[in-house]
């Protein structure tokens, strides 16, 4: 939980570009023109959960089935979709090249990639100090399997080789890093990322990239990337819905479902998928994942034909799946369906250690032994709660964050939030601490002016501070922003204060954004009392 003592200011950093090409970071607003012609779809869509001599991931193929079906609905000229053992080296280079030979100008290739990353050292003098690379089904790290592998170089070269139509490149994998935050290992977290080596006397690849030589940046000017994760962090699959799942590959579906179409024109372009592929895999992984969309000088123009359109999300608090070890005691409680396995489960139950844990491997509260079903029912319904706002697809909102990152905070931290809108907007904001309990941070007086009285201006960062006190675990601010004043929501915050009840707030908050434009952010802030493990 956070206490507010002082307002301060602050700005948002600006993110570098991560990857193997030079590229231009596009403003999340950047306006686009109506094209007046969206031409033919291509895609090369790979994903690989078995691999034969690493580690095996869960959520691969189920990307690369959703990526390949949604481009099918979107009526793909051809769709090419390589899974586990046909993800081979010659499979991937001769399917592009099939596809290059078919596209022509205003065309749109999409080569997508879900798996395992890696890095070994850099090729070529002069280069980086590592190469990235991504690992196919049959690498290994000595014999014939060492060249299944393609280098970040060739990639590029791949990419390049077609000179006419955009090609929109995914990669929902990472190479190396760290956590934001370390995972709990009473959670099932598989990582997108491979700690291999490289035998030397087996490798055929290293002489075909000093072959090719440095991609030239002009020849890239018609690509659009598409990362999970910047290059120091790791990429870690989640559930969504009933499966293990890449965020990006999730949210970059869902974009070409129509669900980032902003001005609904049915044509999906740059700055639409990126502010919606942004917004939907920090939803979906709690901030531990910030996707890097990065592009040449050409503007993505993707037809979304009837596909276009978001359903309304349910008013009510969708039900949550918890594990609880065989033996475990856990008191009745609503809202959630038991599971047999981790993998399963958003909600994963510790009575031993009085401690829930979120799927994303974060201990998001902790009470005291033995838990009550009261403490424990209100901190299931605020994540239920979360899942809600979860649905809700926004066309351009608030942007907040902490300054120090997505992190665990200690007990006694200062901590610093902060808030930006792109226009004049009234806000509500509020935070859900870690128990439940809901407390209103503004509109809190009135006035004319600022984050107290529930007013945002145009591209100015609001800021304030808090200090981190008990209870521990996961607190989270939400703002929803709108053009008019919300004093029924206001209301309605006001109301879950006193009587936690989080159904009948969601419930006036489905009923205020109903038919009318509105923004919507939250982060979280994770917590840990002084002298515990991280």
Same mark, same amino acid.
């Given at each position: 939980?956070? +206490?507010?003592?002082?307002?301060?200011?602050?700005?948002?950093?600006?993110?570098?570009?991560?990857?193997?090409?030079?590229?231009?970071?596009?403003?999340?607003?950047?306006?686009?023109?109506?094209?007046?012609?969206?031409?033919?779809?291509?895609?090369?869509?790979?994903?690989?959960?078995?691999?034969?001599?690493?580690?095996?991931?869960?959520?691969?193929?189920?990307?690369?089935?959703?990526?390949?079906?949604?481009?099918?609905?979107?009526?793909?000229?051809?769709?090419?979709?390589?899974?586990?053992?046909?993800?081979?080296?010659?499979?991937?280079?001769?399917?592009?090249?099939?596809?290059?030979?078919?596209?022509?100008?205003?065309?749109?290739?999409?080569?997508?990639?879900?798996?395992?990353?890696?890095?070994?050292?850099?090729?070529?003098?002069?280069?980086?100090?590592?190469?990235?690379?991504?690992?196919?089904?049959?690498?290994?790290?000595?014999?014939?399997?060492?060249?299944?592998?393609?280098?970040?170089?060739?990639?590029?070269?791949?990419?390049?080789?077609?000179?006419?139509?955009?090609?929109?490149?995914?990669?929902?994998?990472? $190479?190396?890093?760290?956590?934001? =935050?370390?995972?709990? $290992? +009473?959670?099932?977290?598989?990582?997108?990322?491979?700690?291999?080596?490289?035998?030397?006397?087996?490798?055929?690849?290293?002489? +075909?990239? =000093?072959?090719?030589?440095?991609?030239?940046?002009?020849?890239?000017?018609?690509?659009?990337?598409?990362?999970?994760?910047?290059?120091?962090?790791?990429?870690?699959?989640?559930?969504?819905?009933?499966?293990?799942?890449?965020?990006?590959?999730?949210? $970059?579906?869902?974009?070409?479902?129509?669900?980032?179409?902003?001005?609904?024109?049915?044509?999906?372009?740059?700055?639409?998928?990126?502010?919606?592929?942004?917004?939907?895999?920090?939803?979906?992984?709690?901030?531990?994942?910030?996707?890097?969309?990065?592009?040449?000088?050409?503007?993505?123009?993707?037809?979304?034909?009837?596909?276009?359109?978001?359903?309304?999300?349910?008013?009510?608090?969708?039900?949550?799946?918890?594990?609880?070890?065989?033996?475990?005691?856990?008191?009745?409680?609503?809202?959630?369906?038991?599971?047999?396995?981790?993998?399963?489960?958003?909600?994963?139950?510790?009575?031993?250690?009085?401690?829930?844990?979120?799927?994303?491997?974060?201990?998001?509260?902790?009470?005291?032994?033995?838990?009550?079903?009261?403490?424990?029912?209100?901190?299931?319904?605020?994540?239920?709660?979360?899942?809600?706002?979860?649905?809700?697809?926004?066309?351009?909102?608030?942007?907040?964050?902490?300054?120090?990152?997505? =992190?665990?905070?200690?007990?006694?931290?200062?901590?610093?939030?902060?808030? =930006?809108?792109?226009?004049?907007?009234?806000?509500?904001?509020?935070?859900?601490?870690?128990?439940?309990?809901?407390?209103?941070?503004?509109?809190?007086?009135?006035?004319?002016?600022?984050?107290?009285?529930?007013?945002?201006?145009?591209?100015?960062?609001?800021?304030?501070?808090?200090?981190?006190?008990?209870?521990?675990?996961?607190?989270?601010?939400?703002?929803?922003?709108?053009?008019?004043?919300?004093?029924?929501?206001?209301?309605?915050?006001?109301?879950?204060?006193?009587?936690?009840?989080?159904?009948?707030?969601?419930?006036?908050?489905?009923?205020?954004?109903?038919?009318?434009?509105?923004?919507?952010?939250?982060?979280?802030?994770?917590?840990?009392?002084?002298?515990?493990?991280?």
């Amino acid at each position: 939980m956070t +206490r507010s003592i002082l307002p301060a200011s602050a700005a948002f950093l600006k993110k570098r570009v991560p990857g193997f090409a030079p590229a231009l970071v596009l403003a999340a607003g950047l306006a686009a023109p109506l094209p007046a012609f969206a031409g033919n779809l291509y895609g090369l869509v790979i994903g690989i959960d078995d691999y034969q001599h690493i580690t095996d991931l869960k959520g691969a193929v189920n990307d690369a089935r959703d990526v390949a079906g949604t481009l099918e609905k979107l009526e793909a000229s051809k769709v090419i979709l390589l899974t586990d053992a046909n993800a081979t080296r010659d499979n991937v280079f001769a399917s592009w090249r099939e596809l290059t030979k078919l596209a022509g100008p205003g065309d749109t290739l999409v080569f997508h990639y879900a798996g395992h990353g890696a890095r070994q050292e850099a090729i070529l003098p002069g280069h980086e100090e590592l190469d990235n690379m991504f690992l196919l089904a049959g690498f290994d790290e000595t014999g014939p399997g060492v060249n299944e592998r393609i280098i970040d170089n060739e990639v590029g070269h791949l990419l390049a080789e077609e000179k006419e139509a955009t090609v929109v490149f995914v990669a929902d994998s990472c $190479f190396a890093g760290d956590m934001a =935050r370390a995972a709990d $290992f +009473r959670a099932e977290v598989n990582v997108r990322v491979a700690d291999v080596r490289v035998d030397k006397s087996s490798d055929r690849i290293a002489d +075909r990239v =000093r072959q090719l030589g440095e991609v030239e940046e002009d020849a890239l000017q018609n690509v659009i990337w598409l990362y999970a994760q910047d290059r120091n962090k790791v990429t870690q699959e989640v559930r969504i819905g009933e499966e293990l799942r890449g965020a990006l590959s999730y949210a $970059f579906s869902r974009a070409l479902e129509g669900e980032a179409d902003g001005d609904s024109n049915s044509v999906l372009n740059t700055a639409e998928l990126k502010r919606y592929v942004n917004s939907s895999v920090k939803r979906h992984t709690e901030r531990r994942q910030r996707p890097e969309v990065n592009a040449g000088s050409r503007d993505l123009e993707i037809l979304l034909h009837d596909a276009a359109g978001t359903p309304a999300p349910n008013a009510g608090l969708p039900e949550l799946t918890l594990y609880a070890a065989p033996g475990e005691t856990i008191p009745a409680l609503s809202g959630i369906r038991k599971v047999d396995s981790k993998a399963e489960a958003d909600l994963i139950y510790d009575g031993d250690g009085s401690s829930l844990v979120y799927k994303t491997g974060d201990v998001i509260a902790s009470f005291p032994a033995p838990p009550s079903a009261e403490a424990l029912q209100a901190t299931v319904d605020k994540w239920r709660f979360l899942a809600f706002l979860i649905g809700f697809a926004e066309i351009e909102g608030p942007e907040l964050d902490l300054s120090d990152g997505s =992190r665990t905070y200690v007990e006694g931290e200062q901590v610093t939030f902060s808030i =930006r809108s792109s226009g004049n907007e009234n806000v509500v904001l509020f935070n859900l601490a870690s128990n439940g309990a809901v407390q209103l941070v503004g509109p809190v007086r009135r006035g004319k002016r600022g984050l107290a009285a529930g007013k945002l201006r145009p591209d100015r960062t609001d800021s304030f501070r808090s200090a981190v006190i008990p209870p521990f675990g996961a607190d989270h601010l939400i703002a929803i922003t709108t053009p008019s004043p919300m004093p029924d929501l206001v209301d309605a915050v006001q109301d879950a204060q006193q009587n936690n009840d989080l159904a009948a707030l969601a419930k006036e908050i489905g009923h205020t954004l109903d038919g009318q434009s509105f923004g919507l952010d939250w982060v979280g802030l994770y917590t840990r009392a002084k002298g515990d493990l991280q």
